[in-house]
């Protein structure tokens, strides 16, 4: 090999001061495990004299060694083992080290390579390890989880698909929210949990971050062991043991049932005509959009009808502009009853008020709001002097073309509709060509 002036061929280091100085504890073992060398920090850290450790096995000494979890770590776990099982390099163990004179845990961060000979047989097995007791400081974490106020969901890893991962562990805070306690869940896969009217694509993300191993923040509708709905925020994490492998999930839920509820009933007043109670420009357009997508891709029919009042001007200035309201509020009445649950109607501003049929053609649309304006006109508001006041609305209907598909060609074409009814004489359905 060849060297330069700045690097020293390997025979000239001082390898023995070197390794006598090294703050890595450092042990070589020959092939059948016994310890060929010890440096000084490695007899340290494991508790040994230097007469104790040479020439003995690895199994042999007094001291044990423990895993990450304090769990006795069997003997062909043992880093120079595991090197001459696996014939390979193992990196980055934790290890605990106890003996029988005290109760201290040293703990260890190991790793170990095989060396060869010519043959590429193991000859020697060198493990080195440092102390990092200082880092590993002793924090009762199950304990924290248990008292936490959020619920703490835990899952072995495996299965994602099929019946799911199962449930390890539940704290108290979960019994609190769900009904259910540890012993009703254990076991059970976190499906139990959801139901009816949990969103199935927020089920299909959750799952795609379980087989990527990746973590997750989901908003969720989860059902109580007593049936009732509730809205968890669930921030699912993938937990992995000291070789990095995901063997556990947590989620970690918050409850945000209330917050849900409030976003709810600030969706409504953001969608909603105040004065009639259907639903406003915006809100009609949002579900108008949702229902034309459906239709446009079911290949479904759907039409659209612009209603308006006749001579509105003149409610408002014979009977004063309460009265208005009461005519808006009368005909905002008679539109919910006339339609089906699946029609869906608003104010667009003004007296103009819409509704859209999905699944009616525009020849049913034209049959339904004739029958809708004879229904009007034979249906007077009652005044509060105890007088009638009748009043009638012309109608514009258009049909769902899916060659100029969007909303707004719908609305220009049942609008240009409605101004045709208004000019030839009104209180009358007109339809667009
Ligand atoms: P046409 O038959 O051609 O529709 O005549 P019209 O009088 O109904 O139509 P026009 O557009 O001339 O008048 C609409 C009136 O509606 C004008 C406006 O003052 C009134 N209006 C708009 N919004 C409201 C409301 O919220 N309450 C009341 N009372 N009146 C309203
Ligand atoms: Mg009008």
Known sequence: METTD?????????????????????????????????????LELLRLSATQ????????????????????????QYPVNRVLARNEAVTNQIIGVVDGRSADITWVLANAYPERDQNGIIAKVV????????EKRDIPFEQIVAYA???????????????????????????????????????????????????PEARARIRQALIDRAPIREQILNYTKGGQEYWVELKIVPLRNARG??????????????????????????TTDPLTGVLNRR???????????GALRDGQELSLAMIDIDFFKRINDTHGHAVGDQALIHLAGLLRT????????????????AVLLPGATLEQSHVLMDRFRMRLAATPLKLHDGRWLGFTASIGVAELNPEKAGLAALTKAA????????????????LAP
Do not use: C
């Open 338 to 353: 006339s339609f089906r649950e699946s029609d869906v109607i608003g104010r667009l501003g003004g007296e103009e008020f």
């Open 149 to 199: 106020s959020d619920p703490v969901v835990v899952t072995e890893a495996d299965p994602v698909v099929g019946q799911g991962p199962r449930i390890l562990y539940v704290n108290d805070a979960f019994t609190d929210l769900t009904g259910y306690t540890p012993e009703e869940v254990i076991g059970q896969s976190p499906r139990i949990l959801q139901g009816e009217h949990t969103d």
């Open 283 to 293: 809100g009609f357009s949002e579900q108008a959009q949702g229902r034309l997508a």
């Open 415 to 430: 609008d240009s509709a409605l101004y045709a009814a208004k000019h030839s004489g009104r209180n009358r359905v007109y």
């Open 6 to 42: 700045t690097v020293m061929p390997y025979e000239a280091i001082d390898a023995s001061a070197l390794l006598n100085s090294l703050h890595a504890g450092v042990v070589v073992h020959g092939p059948g495990t016994e310890i060929l060398y010890a440096n000084p920090r490695a």
């Open 53 to 76: 450790a040479l020439g003995k096995a690895a199994l042999d000494p007094e001291w044990r060694f423990l895993d990450e979890h304090k769990r006795l770590l069997p003997v062909e």
């Open 245 to 270: 492998e995901v063997t556990h999930f947590a989620a970690i839920e918050h409850d945000i049932t209330v917050q849900k509820a409030e976003e709810l009933v600030l969706r409504e007043l953001a």
């Open 127 to 134: 493990v080195s390890f440092i102390d990092i007791t200082g």
